[in-house]
């Protein structure tokens, strides 16, 4: 799975003008499976959210993680993450998985993600979205995790 994650002050989700998510303090999380996603990655992928140490410490340092700060997760799916420019000026998306499966690995994500912390909010599935952020930093990391290994 890919993701892009934002930590944010403040972050809200929108479909249609009506809020359907949102958070204070925490990550704004950006997913995107891909067609080798399994629910095991997905799971790996909440882990490695919870545990990553991008919020700082009384020192000042990037030392503490989301659950230790206390913040939410706003999760996004965003299947535009896949997307390969190599071949010309459109954007390929056969990276992503197909739709059905990715639904079903996000739904894994938010339900493990869920059941491991709280606040988690989350994005419409599919839906046109409005994002609206304070990147708080800014820090902004993209995070791929694969079946085998994580990369950075």
């Not at 545990?51 to 535009?80: H, P, Y």
């Not at 010309?88 to 339900?111: H, I, K």
């Not at 709280?118 to 419409?124: D, F, L, Q």
């Not at 791929?144 to 990369?151: A, F, P, T, Y």
Request: with cysteine; hydrophobic share 40%.
């Amino acid at each position: 799975m890919i993701a892009l994650l934002q930590r944010v002050s403040q972050a809200r989700v929108e479909v249609g003008g009506r809020r359907v998510g949102e958070i204070g303090p925490g990550l704004l999380v950006l997913v995107c499976a891909e067609p080798s996603d399994t629910g095991a990655v997905a799971d790996k992928l909440v882990e490695r959210l919870l545990k990553l140490r991008v919020f700082s410490d009384d020192a000042g340092k990037m030392n503490r993680s989301v659950v230790e700060a206390g913040g939410g997760l706003l999760i996004v799916s965003q299947f535009t993450l896949a997307a390969d420019c190599s071949g010309g000026n459109r954007p390929s998306f056969s990276g992503a998985a197909p739709a059905e499966q990715g639904r079903v690995l996000y739904e894994r994500l938010l339900a493990t993600a869920r059941s491991r912390h709280t606040p988690v909010e989350c994005g419409e599935f599919g839906a046109d979205m409005q994002v609206l952020l304070v990147n708080d930093g800014p820090v902004t990391i993209p995070l791929v995790v694969g079946h085998d290994k994580l990369r950075p």
